[in-house]
């Protein structure tokens, strides 16, 4: 018998987290979500731009990640920017709360996925770039593009 691959579909993408942040390991971790929340994710409707992740009492909590009512579920709907529990093991929280007490770690998303019926988020264990850092990959950016903009005319 074949085993089937587990469909990932991204909800959404934190677009500036490459840009502000270094990231230094990730992990998956699944939420904890009500009814509405899931329908309104595979519609997605979800915006985690300024979210992040904390450590309260032994769990790490998701705060800021906006995730839009749903229409049709009307009184039952849920609040938008509720804090939502993210699941990890116990030794992945341990070894975060290690690091996340040393200065300057922070956990933001970098993107929510469903991988089968799953909710997932990609979590980034990143410290914040400084001004000189991102104007030094933006020139590095730029340098690389020039070099291959000039390799491509010498090839033609």
Same mark, same amino acid.
């Given at each position: 018998?074949?085993?089937?691959? &587990? ?7 934190? =677009? ?13 971790? $699944? ?19 300024? &979210? ?5 009492? $032994?769990?790490?909590?998701? %705060?800021?990640?906006?995730? &839009? ?14 804090? #939502?529990?993210?699941?990890?093991? =116990?030794?992945?929280? #341990?070894?975060?709360? $290690? ?16 991988? $089968? ?18 104007? =030094? ?6 340098? %690389? ?12």
């Amino acid at each position: 018998m074949e085993k089937k691959k &587990s469909e990932v579909k991204i909800v959404a993408t934190n =677009r500036k987290a490459h840009h502000l942040y270094d990231i230094l390991e990730t992990f998956e971790a $699944g939420i904890a979500l009500q009814g509405t929340e899931v329908k309104s994710l595979r519609a997605g409707r979800a915006k985690i731009k300024d &979210s992040f992740a904390q450590i309260k009492k $032994g769990e790490v909590v998701l %705060q800021n990640l906006h995730i &839009s009512p749903y229409d049709p579920a009307s009184k039952f709907n849920h609040n938008p920017t509720r804090d #939502r529990k993210l699941l990890l093991h =116990r030794y992945e929280i #341990r070894r975060l709360i $290690g690091k996340v007490v040393e200065k300057g770690f922070t956990l933001i998303p970098l993107k929510i996925y469903f991988k $089968g019926n799953l909710a997932k988020v990609e979590l980034a264990l990143a410290t914040g770039k400084k001004i000189f850092d991102r104007r =030094r990959d933006i020139k590095e950016r730029e340098v %690389q593009r020039e070099i291959r903009r000039a390799l491509k005319w010498k090839n033609r």
